[in-house]
Structures are given as structure tokens and as C-alpha cells.
Nanobody, 127 residues
Framework: QVQLVESGGGSVQTGGSLRLSCAAS????????KAWFRQAPGKEREGVAY????????LYATSVKGRFTISQDKAANVLFLQMNSLKPEDTATYYC????????????????????WGQGTQVTVSS
């Protein structure tokens, strides 16, 4: 089992920045891919950013590309999401997720391929 705990959410104004963290514990060696998702009220959960096991490859949703950066501290088992130039439409609960296995790049931001999820952290962006 893997436990994921997010932190760093909060309320900011349009154009502001936040940095989310996700601390992993437990059998972390059983997972090799990590991602961030978000879910706004009444909407489906959507993939935001993915990072490869080595950290050398990342993937972003079109809506956040150029504004968000995913990174990781593998030694500390912490995943990060730096969010800049925030917009009201970024308001959502943000979740980190971890999983294993090999998937096509088109699948890497699909929530169904991830086995472990954090409890979420709320991000609210006001105009």
C-alpha cells in the first residue's frame, strides 16, 4: 500500500501562484509513475500533469501548459506542482496519484490507470 498526502492548497487571486506538495509513504517502490489531477464541482476528474519515473519526461494538460510545472524529490518521496499565473478556472480540488505499469502517452493523464490517491487539497482562485 502507498499513502499520499497533499498539502499547499489555498486561496489566491488571479495571477497568483501556489506550490502543491504530495508526500508518499508506504511501499513507494511499487509505484513508478505519478501525476496530478483536479476536480471541480460538477465536473469529471481531469489529468493536469504527469512525470516519468526518472523525472526526465513530463506531460501537461493543454489548459495548464506553460503555467504549471510538475517535479519530484525522489529521495524524499515528494511530488510537487508549481502553479503560476493562476486563473479562476483552475479552482478545484487537486489530487496526486501514483501507479505502476507501462502505458501509452495518451493514457498517462487518465485517472483509471492510477491505483493510489491522496485525499486532495483545495485550490481557489478569485477574480
Amino acid at each position: 500500500q502507498v499513502q499520499l498526502v497533499e498539502s499547499g492548497g489555498g486561496s489566491v487571486q488571479t495571477g497568483g501562484s501556489l506550490r502543491l506538495s504530495c508526500a508518499a509513504s508506504g511501499d513507494t517502490t511499487s509505484t513508478n509513475r505519478k501525476a496530478w489531477f483536479r476536480q471541480a464541482p460538477g465536473k469529471e476528474r481531469e489529468g493536469v500533469a504527469y512525470i516519468s519515473p526518472s523525472g526526465s519526461s513530463t506531460l501537461y494538460a493543454t489548459s495548464v501548459k506553460g503555467r504549471f510545472t510538475i517535479s519530484q524529490d525522489k529521495a524524499a518521496n515528494v511530488l510537487f506542482l508549481q502553479m503560476n499565473s493562476l486563473k479562476p478556472e483552475d479552482t478545484a480540488t487537486y489530487y496526486c496519484a501514483a501507479g505502476s505499469g507501462s502505458f501509452r502517452s495518451n493514457d498517462l493523464l487518465r485517472p483509471t490507470i492510477y491505483n493510489y490517491w491522496g485525499q486532495g487539497t483545495q485550490v481557489t482562485v478569485s477574480s
